[in-house]
Structure formats: C-alpha cells, structure tokens
C-alpha cells in the first residue's frame, strides 16, 4: 500500500515538473525590435532573456548620443503608450543598457501589450527617441 502511494506521489510530481518545464523553455530569448522616433535615427533591438529572477533586457541602438537616455517599459504599445512606466530600465549610455526586471517572466510581458522606449534624456523624458512593442513574433 505504501508502496503504491509513493508511486503514485511519484508521478504526479512528475508530471508536474514536466508540465511547468515546457513554459519556461517557450520563453526563451526574445528580440525587440526598436524603431527610431521623432527623426532620432536611434534603431536597433532589444534582447529579453528568461533568468530565475526575473527577464534580463539588453537595449541596443545606434546613433545614441553619449549622455544617459531613460528607458522603461510601458503598458501600451509604441502607438498608443501609457505615460506610466511599468518597469523602469537602466538609463543607456553610449546606446547600450542592461537591466534585470526582477519578479517578472516573458510570458507575463506578452500577455498585455507592452513596449520598450527610450527617452531623448534626462531633462528632456517627453521626447520619445525609440520605440519597439514586445510581441511573440
């Protein structure tokens, strides 16, 4: 009897970790695409990886200046942004930053729409200098 009862506890934490493995690997990297705004020139991607504490976001554009540019991400989409951000990034330098969104998956990025912007500077945030909505494709 004690035997059967392991067995079957066995399996179901089995077919548990079999069930919540596929969701993780399904997030895998994801590349944003970021489009230049208000004539900055300022295009490139953004890179989002899966980690155990939460989506690693590497921004990339060219034609950045040196000064720090704010960057978030937004609810909303690159046409129709919220003001708001929901996760603030590292400021990039030289066109670059590196951020962990601590809490957050990939998944939960795709399933309301969202957007990554950058923002013309730090005494400038109402300029928008590049935009690219997160999406699965």
């Known amino acids: 009897m004690n035997a059967t009862r392991f067995s079957i506890a066995a399996f179901a934490l089995a077919a548990l970790a079999f069930t ?34 939460g989506v690693q976001v590497v921004v990339t554009v060219k034609n950045a200046p040196a000064a720090a540019q704010p960057a978030h991400i937004h609810p909303g989409t690159c046409a129709n942004l919220t003001p708001a951000p929901k996760y603030p990034l590292t400021s990039l330098a030289n066109g670059t930053s590196t951020t962990l969104v601590k809490g957050v998956t990939i998944d939960q990025l795709l399933a309301s729409p969202f957007a990554i912007n950058v923002h013309k500077s730090t005494s400038d945030l109402g300029t928008y200098v590049s935009c690219g909505n997160i999406t699965g494709s």
């Open 20 to 53: 919540a493995a596929p969701a993780m690997a399904a997030s895998g990297p994801l590349t944003v695409t970021m489009g230049a705004q208000n004539g900055s020139g300022e295009d490139g991607s953004a890179t989002l990886t899966q980690t155990p504490d």
